[in-house]
Structure formats: C-alpha cells, structure tokens
C-alpha cells in the first residue's frame, strides 16, 4: 500500500508563502502520477498542479499558475508545493495523490492513493 502524508499547512496573511511537503512510502514511484489538490469547504476538489514522478511536463491550473511551483526529491521520495502570493480565497484542505501512470493524472476520481490533508488558512 502506498502511504502519503501531507505536512506545512498552517495560518499565513494574504501575501504570504508557504511550503507543502508529500512524504510516500510503501512502493516506488517510477511508473506513478502525482497531484496537489485542494478543497474548500463547500467546494469540489480542485487540481491544483499534475505531474509524473519519473520527470517531464507538469500541468498547473489557472488559478495557481505563476504563484504555485512543484518540486521533487527524488531520494526521499517527497514532493513539495510552494505557495507564494498566497489570497484568502487559496484557504483550503490540501492533498497530495498518486496513482500509477504513464501519463499526467488531472482528475481526483482517477487517484488511487491520497494524504490525509493539511489545512492551509489565508487570513483576511
């Protein structure tokens, strides 16, 4: 079973930065998609940033795009999110997910796996 565990979260004013990190473990991911999403209460879970653990092109929704940046650490298995010019509207529950493909993954009902999720508040 493939285990992830989402860290980072916290409360930030609007403006601010924040760095999400995935830790996994439990299986290797050579052959594995990987996503940030977020939920609002209310709200369905969104796609914030899509890619493939074995490296190529990286997918970010519009609302993120030139704010969120992911990276990975290939040996120890984690991803991160960084979060800059953070707005109240950005306040959600964050999850990382991994699924196995060969391809970008950019739907939540496509994931196999899931984090538990770590808040991320905005204040106004």
Known sequence: QVQL???GGGLVRPGGSLRLSCAASGRTF???AMGWFRQAPGKER????AIKWGGGNTVYADSVKGR?????????????LQMNSLK???????YCA???SNVLVTRARD??????GTQVTVSS
């Open 46 to 49: 969104e796609l914030l940033v």
């Open 111 to 116: 994931y196999n796996y899931w984090g538990q």
């Open 68 to 80: 969120f940046t992911i990276s990975r650490d290939r040996p120890k298995y984690t991803v991160h």
């Open 30 to 32: 050579s052959n594995y």
């Open 98 to 100: 991994a699924t196995p």
């Open 5 to 7: 565990v989402e860290s």
């Open 88 to 94: 109240p509207e950005d306040t959600a529950v964050y």
